[in-house]
């Protein structure tokens, strides 16, 4: 790639033909605010915050879309820069409700940023303002368009990335809004609650549907008997709220964090997970050795099941029957340790810690009930968990260290990669090469599901079955593998589908965030959990072993059918 010489502020800067002014000036640490900027996504140039002066152009340039040339001059910080990104957002702090007191992106908001940044300290401006009503139609999602600055990234990310399509631009100028077709409710467009649109959102236009004040009720009430459990993602991710290095494994500070808020019993859905693969790896085999339909799609991400459920209903009958591990764990919390406890399952409040919007939906789904008593009650995000640690004044930094609650707290490694992109499917192959060969798989590591490509693939041998693999990295990268399978061309016997762009780790429900090394230093840290784990593999989990024992008798049992599968239907 040849290189050209510009200069920024009186810099000398060596860049790549054809990269942009703004990439030029990161790359020697000078700072350009975006709004509407993604990186990798062709740019808009849309909000012009990022404008910058160029000698001998008339106009003030977009940063992120115009390309660098030999000798070109650039002032990114001159006072006619300067008075233009402050009038911008002048005017959308003076057409956005003044809520920031209360707004639940108070303090992590890229406006009010900006208006710190330029030194807004008066209202210079005044005229009508748009009104909107707030939809909270979705269990999961609430979009709020009256805080919607137009920037335009949350429809990039659900038109282009996820490619679902569920929300856009409509009407024009002072009209223009962010909605859905006919401006309907989230709950009946194509969303699938994945909520990447809440990651990408600059303020808190869209958000997750709280689930706190729920909660709080529950633990406030003598008569319940209130138990969390974790999900493998969060622990790498939560401590990045409380300045901890990304991928800092904080499961001993969750467990102790949760004991003082409360909770009565605070289990690991990694236990969950390691039942999971027990079941999936069954009925995978099952379907191999009876002929029934292949390839077999997993079941542990709602949002592709919501995905699958509306938009390609012929391929139901090819997703594992399997709930989500926290279903799972939440079904068991309710039948088997309410009854070795000898507490009414009824007093049973189960709540989920997980890194995902689309969760809260689940958790709701009929089928994921017995006798109208859910498997999980309610469902707190990773943010939402950093704000009842906040409101409780725990210092969470300073938390010690602690053990889960037994004996749904005991977990493998293959439970702890459940959180990233392949790492179901790792596990899961991992128990099928023992339930067919009666020997462990040597090799545990499957590096050709790894990583952050949309598909990966690979064929393992087990035994003498030729096993053709695929993981799905995202879900805008899944229709044209369902093409293939409805088309009778697919060559896949399993398949792993995670909705979000590197697995759970970068669920909706995480941390806000721009830094994509942030989500691959999560990933790292699940695999080192796995890597240190005393088990790597689910069926050596003792406990498990106990359960089936105790209770569920085997794998694909009628006890385990009744309590750890379910049926899906076109919605």
């Given at each position: 790639?040849?290189?050209?010489?510009?200069t920024?502020?009186?810099?000398?800067?060596?860049?790549?033909?054809?990269?942009?002014?703004?990439?030029?000036?990161?790359?020697?640490?000078?700072?350009?605010?975006?709004?509407?900027?993604?990186?990798?996504?062709?740019?808009?140039?849309?909000c012009?915050?990022?404008?910058?002066?160029?000698?001998?152009?008339?106009n003030l340039?977009?940063?992120?879309?115009?390309?660098?040339?030999?000798?070109?001059?650039?002032?990114?910080?001159?006072?006619?820069?300067?008075?233009?990104?402050?009038?911008?957002?002048?005017?959308?702090?003076?057409?956005?409700?003044?809520?920031?007191?209360?707004?639940?992106r108070?303090?992590?908001?890229?406006?009010?940023?900006?208006?710190e940044?330029?030194?807004?300290r008066?209202?210079?401006?005044?005229?009508?303002?748009?009104?909107?009503?707030?939809?909270?139609?979705?269990?999961?999602?609430?979009?709020?368009?009256?805080?919607?600055i137009l920037?335009?990234?949350?429809?990039?990310?659900?038109?282009?990335?996820?490619?679902i399509?569920?929300?856009?631009?409509?009407?024009?100028?002072?009209n223009?809004?962010?909605?859905?077709?006919?401006?309907?409710?989230?709950?009946?467009?194509?969303?699938?609650?994945?909520?990447?649109?809440?990651l990408?959102?600059?303020?808190?236009?869209?958000?997750?549907?709280?689930?706190?004040?729920?909660?709080?009720?529950?633990?406030?009430?003598?008569?319940k008997?209130?138990?969390?459990?974790?999900?493998?993602?969060?622990?790498?991710?939560?401590?990045?709220?409380?300045?901890?290095?990304?991928?800092?494994d904080?499961?001993?500070?969750?467990?102790?964090?949760?004991r003082?808020?409360?909770?009565?019993?605070?289990?690991?859905?990694?236990?969950?997970?390691?039942?999971?693969?027990?079941?999936?790896a069954?009925?995978?085999?099952?379907?191999?050795?009876?002929?029934?339909?292949?390839?077999?799609?997993?079941?542990?991400?709602?949002?592709w099941?919501?995905?699958?459920?509306?938009?390609?209903?012929?391929?139901?009958?090819?997703?594992?029957?399997?709930k989500?591990?926290?279903e799972?764990?939440?079904?068991?919390?309710?039948?088997?340790?309410a009854?070795?406890?000898?507490?009414?399952?009824?007093?049973?409040?189960?709540?989920?810690?997980?890194?995902?919007?689309?969760?809260?939906?689940?958790?709701?789904?009929?089928?994921?009930?017995?006798?109208?008593?859910?498997?999980?009650?309610?469902?707190?995000?990773?943010?939402?968990?950093?704000?009842?640690?906040?409101?409780?004044?725990?210092?969470?930094?300073?938390?010690?260290?602690?053990?889960?609650d037994?004996?749904?707290?005991?977990?493998?490694?293959?439970?702890?990669?459940?959180?990233?992109?392949?790492?179901?499917?790792?596990?899961a192959?991992?128990?099928?090469?023992?339930?067919?060969t009666?020997e462990?798989?040597?090799?545990?590591?499957?590096?050709?599901?790894?990583?952050?490509?949309?598909?990966?693939?690979?064929?393992?041998?087990?035994?003498?079955?030729?096993?053709?693999?695929?993981?799905?990295?995202?879900?805008?990268?899944?229709?044209?593998?369902?093409?293939?399978?409805?088309?009778?061309?697919?060559?896949?016997?399993?398949?792993?589908?995670?909705?979000?762009?590197?697995?759970?780790?970068?669920?909706?429900?995480?941390?806000i965030?721009?830094?994509?090394?942030?989500?691959?230093?999560?990933?790292?840290?699940?695999?080192?959990?796995?890597?240190?784990?005393v088990?790597?593999?689910?069926?050596?989990n003792?406990?498990?072993?106990?359960?089936?024992k105790?209770?569920?008798?085997?794998?694909?049992?009628?006890?385990?059918?009744?309590?750890?599968?379910?049926?899906?239907?076109?919605?």
């Amino acid at each position: 790639m040849e290189m050209v010489e510009l200069t920024i502020n009186n810099l000398k800067v060596k860049a790549e033909e054809g990269m942009t002014i703004l990439d030029a000036a990161k790359s020697v640490g000078i700072s350009i605010p975006t709004l509407c900027y993604m990186k990798d996504l062709f740019p808009t140039g849309a909000c012009r915050i990022c404008v910058v002066e160029v000698d001998g152009q008339r106009n003030l340039l977009p940063s992120c879309a115009f390309p660098v040339s030999e000798g070109m001059v650039v002032e990114t910080n001159s006072p006619r820069v300067r008075r233009a990104r402050k009038t911008i957002v002048e005017l959308l702090v003076e057409n956005h409700p003044q809520d920031c007191l209360i707004c639940v992106r108070n303090k992590n908001c890229e406006l009010q940023d900006l208006a710190e940044r330029y030194g807004l300290r008066e209202h210079r401006y005044s005229g009508e303002k748009r009104k909107h009503v707030v939809d909270v139609s979705s269990p999961s999602i609430e979009r709020d368009p009256a805080k919607c600055i137009l920037c335009g990234r949350c429809t990039r990310v659900c038109n282009e990335i996820q490619k679902i399509g569920a929300i856009d631009f409509a009407q024009r100028g002072f009209n223009s809004i962010v909605t859905t077709p006919y401006n309907e409710g989230l709950n009946v467009s194509d969303c699938i609650f994945c909520g990447q649109c809440i990651l990408q959102c600059p303020t808190a236009a869209l958000r997750e549907r709280s689930s706190m004040k729920i909660v709080s009720n529950a633990l406030e009430n003598k008569n319940k008997y209130v138990i969390a459990q974790i999900a493998p993602a969060v622990r790498a991710t939560l401590g990045e709220e409380f300045h901890m290095p990304p991928g800092t494994d904080v499961t001993g500070k969750l467990v102790s964090g949760l004991r003082r808020l409360g909770f009565k019993r605070v289990f690991d859905t990694n236990f969950g997970a390691d039942l999971t693969i027990l079941e999936e790896a069954n009925e995978l085999i099952g379907r191999v050795q009876n002929d029934q339909p292949l390839p077999m799609f997993t079941s542990c991400c709602p949002g592709w099941i919501r995905f699958a459920e509306r938009n390609y209903p012929d391929i139901l009958p090819h997703l594992s029957s399997c709930k989500s591990p926290h279903e799972m764990e939440g079904a068991i919390l309710k039948s088997y340790f309410a009854k070795k406890m000898g507490i009414n399952p009824k007093d049973i409040f189960v709540v989920s810690i997980m890194p995902c919007t689309v969760k809260k939906y689940e958790s709701e789904r009929p089928e994921l009930a017995i006798d109208s008593l859910h498997d999980v009650d309610s469902v707190l995000t990773t943010r939402e968990l950093v704000r009842f640690f906040n409101m409780a004044g725990i210092d969470f930094a300073d938390l010690p260290d602690e053990e889960f609650d037994n004996p749904l707290g005991e977990s493998t490694g293959a439970a702890a990669i459940f959180g990233t992109s392949g790492g179901v499917m790792e596990a899961a192959i991992r128990t099928a090469y023992y339930n067919i060969t009666g020997e462990n798989l040597e090799n545990i590591e499957v590096d050709q599901i790894r990583g952050p490509e949309g598909v990966k693939s690979a064929t393992v041998k087990i035994g003498d079955l030729d096993v053709n693999i695929a993981v799905v990295n995202g879900i805008g990268n899944v229709r044209p593998i369902i093409e293939e399978v409805l088309a009778g061309k697919s060559k896949y016997h399993f398949i792993e589908v995670m909705a979000c762009p590197g697995g759970c780790v970068n669920g909706g429900g995480q941390p806000i965030h721009q830094n994509l090394e942030n989500v691959m230093k999560r990933v790292k840290a699940l695999y080192e959990i796995d890597k240190k784990s005393v088990s790597r593999r689910s069926h050596e989990n003792e406990s498990v072993q106990k359960l089936y024992k105790e209770f569920l008798k085997e794998p694909g049992s009628h006890v385990a059918h009744e309590l750890l599968h379910t049926t899906y239907s076109h919605r």
